[in-house]
């Protein structure tokens, strides 16, 4: 029997896992499991491979929503308290590494083929270029991925999602200061997320019709109602305004990239040109990003290719 790698991809509500075998880069078995169902991520885990009858792993990578630079760490969206160690144990594999759910779907950028992309505008990338990803979900993800000199690619994770909301318009200045009060900070997350996506539909709105962000948000795309689809509108607007920040600051010439819940499901809408237009006005030096190309993935387990470029045989 094969020797067999572990990879897993795990979120505030659901935590999803898939086997390797040495060898291969195909991952198996993928299986979604509800977060409520667990006590812990290290039940979670120890859960599916007692399922597949999986006793012990050669190495395992499993990429977490939560920062990974301390020895203890807690899902940001859920009171989950793990440990590397803890999770090696649980799994009772040989070799472990832990990653950032944003640093997993950066490691995944070179390996995603060309259907599992759905390109907004710019041409072909760069080779050997920044590449950035970033994406709203319940929060705003972000990781850029460097070429090494020597060959390769290094992850870098951010924290995108926690700088300053890059308003324009004094129509765009009311609505901040609408959910977030006048003169406060306002950050990324505070709109770019699907909290945030309703937060700014209930402004605009005034006596919403809809009571959550996905009947919202489906109105809007199907264009069932003005309110919604005027949420829409200003939601891709702070999109592409941010997405052309990181394109500019960063100089990604190897392209953006949106992952997340929220990018697949408007990817028409994004195509449609105002995503575009606003991601490419950019001032003075505009045609330094107006070649870069923007995808969204549409890949449903991109982290997992990430992972299992990150497995140490």
Known sequence: MAELALVGDIGGTNSRFGLVAQGSTDVTHVEAQKNNNFASLEDSAAHYLKSRGVTSLRTAAIAVAAPVDREVITLTNRDWTFSAASLKKATNAAHFRLLNDYEALALSLPHLADSDLAQVGGKAPKPNAMKVVLGPGTGLGMAMLAPLPQGGWMALPGEGGHVTLPVVTA???????????????????????????????????????????????????????????????????????????????????????????????????????????????????????????????????????????????
């Open 171 to 313: 129509e765009e200045l009311h609505l901040r200061d609408a959910i977030m009060g006048a003169g406060r900070f306002s950050e990324v997350e505070d709109i770019l997320t699907g909290p945030g996506l309703f937060d700014l539909y209930k402004v605009i709105a005034k006596t919403p019709k809809f009571e959550t962000p996905e009947a919202m948000l489906q109105a809007g795309i199907a264009g069932q109602d003005a309110e919604a689809e005027k949420t829409l509108h200003h939601f891709i607007t702070f999109l592409a305004r941010l997405s052309g920040d990181f394109a500019m600051a960063l100089q990604a010439h190897g392209g953006v990239y949106l992952a997340g819940g929220i990018a697949p499901s408007i990817v028409k809408q994004l195509q449609q040109g105002h995503f575009r237009k606003v991601f490419d006005d950019h001032g003075r030096i505009a045609e330094v990003i107006h070649n870069i190309p923007v995808y969204v993935i549409m890949d449903k387990f991109p982290a997992f290719k990430g992972c299992v470029a990150a497995l140490s045989w």
